[in-house]
């Protein structure tokens, strides 16, 4: 059973998993040299994301005993979630890099956030919700 409970999972997974990457990654590379690349390619994965969403999503499937449930709302508030940070991140590169604020650390504090809101907008229970 936890296999399918964790392919309910798997956009949270991999924006998990690329959070992580990106932070290594930029830790041991140029670090702020790196955070335009890595800010376009966290907007692009956002729009990959959203899209695998929309494409596999169908019906109601719940997972963790209730405590995770994915339905139809949750599918278009997941979406919504990733086109809007997809666009705050392609709309603020340019101003952050003329004002000299962009770090690495900017796309992947928004990448931890939107893991965040999905998890929140799938919560099917209160502790899910609270953790």
């Known amino acids: 059973m936890i296999g399918a409970d964790l392919s309910i999972l798997i956009p949270e997974i991999v924006l998990a998993v690329f959070a992580m990457a990106a932070m290594l990654a930029a830790v041991y590379t ?33 997972g963790f005993n209730g405590g ?20 705050i991140l392609v709309v603020g590169v340019d101003y952050m890099q003329k ?19 999905m998890v929140m907008v799938s919560s099917g229970d209160l502790i899910v919700l609270y953790v």
């Open 30 to 62: 140029s670090k702020d040299a790196v955070a335009p690349a890595l800010t376009w390619g966290t907007a692009l994965l956002f729009v990959v994301m959203a899209f695998y969403i929309a494409v596999t999503g169908d019906g109601v499937r719940v």
């Open 68 to 87: 995770f449930v994915d339905d139809g709302f949750a599918r278009f508030a997941k979406i919504t979630i990733l086109l809007s940070a997809a666009a």
């Open 99 to 117: 004002s000299d604020l962009l770090r690495f650390e900017y796309p992947i504090l928004v990448t931890l956030s939107v893991i965040g809101m």
